[in-house]
């Protein structure tokens, strides 16, 4: 997925996920890259308001995501998409072939 092609709203949901999934609160995440306590409360409730990409930069940075893993397709299960790429990148041949075989079969 490129930047370009998330909106606003998909954004913010987004960024909810990761602030959950980071078990913070709007307030303390606010005040953990340094804005106002109610700055998460009014991105999260606004349909036009969006971060700075500096601001965006640093609530990832305390949620401990890359700017890959947000912006993946499949964001929810990235670290499972994850693992699942470099065991097959790691995998011998014939085990990929096996793989392969059976995930085509479902």
Do not use: W
């Not at 998909?10 to 909810?16: G, T, V, W």
């Not at 085990?95 to 995930?103: F, G, M, Q, R, T």
């Amino acid at each position: 997925m490129d930047v370009k092609d998330i909106d606003a709203k998909e954004l913010i949901k987004r960024l909810i996920f990761f602030r959950n999934r980071a078990k913070l609160t709007k307030r303390k995440l606010s005040i953990l890259i340094g804005k106002a306590p109610s700055y998460m409360a009014h991105l999260e409730n606004s349909q036009a308001f969006t971060p700075s990409f500096e601001a965006l930069c640093d609530i990832l940075f305390v949620c401990e995501v890359s700017l890959e893993e947000f912006f993946s397709p499949n964001y929810e299960n990235y670290e499972r998409d994850k693992e699942l790429r470099e065991i097959i990148q790691n995998a011998q041949t014939d085990k990929k072939d096996l793989a392969l075989s059976v995930l085509k079969s479902r």
